[in-house]
């Protein structure tokens, strides 16, 4: 395109996804997160800045970031898993109703507008942060995880919600794992888990989703850009272990702190894309 004609340009954009790469991979690594709530604002904006209307600008940059959570939340998932802190029963319980949950939101994400994506993601971003910044007093619906089958619908909702989003699901799980009295360090191990569970279904369901939609970027293949994929890996990659030793060096109310603070500023950042055209 014209605008990559300029060298200042091709390089601000090639900067942008190279720290958002480094950020992803070290939130994956920290709070258990695919680097969704990163990923997705900052592949939007640089669609939106190369010239692609919003209508594709937002799937585009949902199903491209469930194409980096793959190798993060991978990464990620064994890091905690060699310290003893990933629940490989729940993984296993949520495995099927999750591949359900994620192949329903991608085809939603076929005939949604874009501020569909952004209300879910306002709404589960703001539940988490309010929990988190508060202790987390009187938000607990059970001292326990349920039984089977309430596990598995919170899977199969889980799923519906993070391909909506974008995310690898580590916000959402988080938030069920912890109302039920999972200890946080636990839960947010066990997220980067869900990441896996919920991004490679994800992209499939992406991919087929945009496969004949008109006005995609030439590299794209369905709504994942291959290029901007490919831009972001490396420093990702290299940051995910240095989140996962942060983590597990955090007391709890810091690590809750932190992953409520971090979760209220991108919810602020998707509430002003909604509300920013009704004020203009």
Do not use: C
Request: proline fraction near 6%; charge should be positive.
């Amino acid at each position: 395109m014209e605008i990559l004609a300029d060298p200042a340009t091709a390089l601000t954009l090639l900067a942008a996804l190279a720290i958002a790469g480094a950020a992803i991979g070290f939130l994956a690594g920290l709070f258990g997160v695919g680097g969704g709530a990163i990923s997705v604002p900052v592949f939007f904006e640089i669609f939106r800045v190369l010239g692609y209307p919003p209508d594709i600008a937002m799937p585009l940059a949902v199903g491209t970031s469930l194409a980096v959570i793959i190798p993060i939340s991978v990464n990620s998932a064994l890091g905690h898993n060699r310290r003893g802190s990933l629940d490989m029963d729940t993984l296993r319980v949520w495995a099927a109703p999750i591949l359900l949950g994620v192949i329903l939101g991608a085809a939603i994400a076929r005939f949604a507008p874009p501020a569909v994506f952004q209300i879910v993601f306002v709404m589960v971003a703001t539940t988490n942060a309010t929990k988190l910044l508060t202790g987390g007093k009187g938000w607990r619906l059970g001292d326990t995880v349920p039984g089977v089958w309430p596990m598995r619908g919170a899977g199969a909702v889980i799923g519906l919600l993070s391909a909506i989003m974008g995310i690898g699901g580590g916000a959402i799980s988080n938030l069920y794992l912890t109302l039920h009295g999972v200890p946080i360090h636990r839960a947010i191990s066990t997220s980067a888990g869900v990441g896996v569970l919920i991004a490679v279904p994800g992209t499939i369901g992406y991919v087929l989703a945009g496969w004949s939609r008109d006005g995609l970027p030439p590299d794209a293949i369905g709504f994942v850009s291959l290029a901007a994929f490919a831009l972001t890996l490396p420093t990702s990659m290299l940051t995910t272990r240095f989140g996962v030793a942060l983590a597990h060096r955090m007391s709890r109310r810091s690590l809750e702190i932190a992953f409520g603070g971090f979760l209220a500023l991108v919810a602020a950042r998707f509430l002003y894309a909604l509300v920013s055209p009704l004020i203009a």
